[in-house]
């Protein structure tokens, strides 16, 4: 997690940004975004930048636009990483955000959504967070799982997966080679009653679905690629 690209192009925070709203659910602060009345929702995992970040909330709003009742939790407690604070680097900063505990916090999370009249969940992770989407996906607590440029997630974890899931990655990415996403896919061959997606995008880099330079036109259509196949993945399978 040490490796640069993590940390490559982070984002400016906004707490601002989107169309939607910030509300408490269980306790933690979410973004929201689309219709409370929807049936369907769709839970959205930062990276170590948190739910602050506009292009992840403009990633919530798009697929908010699609008819889902979609949340953004800060399972981050309002400590994202910052370059900022030499005291923190990475790996003390990631000490107190173990991916464990963001696993625990979404359960009541998810409670706290079908509490509202939703009947079926889908999770996407980005980075970080697909570490958490993973976690979830193994305990059949969620419909669908997309993860993005995942961090630490491992073959025996893909092994476990339950649910269908669709695995988004980058062609130049240290945390999740090329190589380890085509064990991911080998893997997912064998299980034929778990629908599966493995698909590494060429020329961009970890992060790029959420931290992509506006001025480069090659990674924004990769990104909104991406964005297409995780909303397409989700019509499917949260429903």
């Known amino acids: 997690m040490s490796g640069p690209q993590c940390c490559s192009n982070p984002p400016t ?6 169309f939607g709203h910030v509300e408490q659910l269980d306790g ?13 929702a769709i839970i959205l995992i930062s990276d170590i930048f948190g739910y602050e970040a506009p292009k992840l909330r403009k990633l919530a709003d ?22 900022e604070n030499a005291d923190r680097p990475l790996p ?3 000490k107190d ?8 916090e979404a359960k ?6 079908k509490s509202k009249g939703v009947s079926a969940v889908g999770a996407a992770g980005f ?3 697909a570490k958490v989407v993973v976690q979830l996906a193994k305990n059949e607590l969620i419909q669908a799982a997309v993860i993005l440029h995942p961090y630490i997630v491992t073959v025996d974890d893909i092994k476990a997966v339950k649910v269908p899931i669709a695995v988004l990655g980058a062609e130049i990415d240290e945390m999740a080679p090329p190589e380890l996403l085509k064990q991911f896919e080998q893997v997912l061959s064998t299980k034929p009653e778990v629908d599966s997606y493995v ?14 330079d506006d001025e480069d036109d090659g990674a924004v259509k990769s990104a909104e690629e991406a964005h297409q196949d995780l909303l397409q993945w989700f019509v499917k399978y949260v429903k």
């Open 62 to 83: 798009k697929v908010a636009a699609a008819g889902f009742y979609v949340v953004v939790p800060d399972f981050l407690h309002g400590d994202p990483f910052s370059f």
């Open 28 to 40: 933690l602060p979410s973004y929201v975004s689309g219709s409370s009345d929807s049936e369907l």
């Open 13 to 18: 925070l906004d707490p601002s940004a989107g």
């Open 127 to 129: 980075c970080w967070g």
């Open 97 to 104: 955000h173990g991916t464990d505990k963001g696993f625990e």
């Open 108 to 113: 009541p999370v998810i409670e706290a959504v």
């Open 92 to 94: 003390v900063w990631i």
């Open 199 to 212: 698909k590494i995008f060429p020329k961009v880099m970890h992060g790029w679905t959420t931290r992509y």
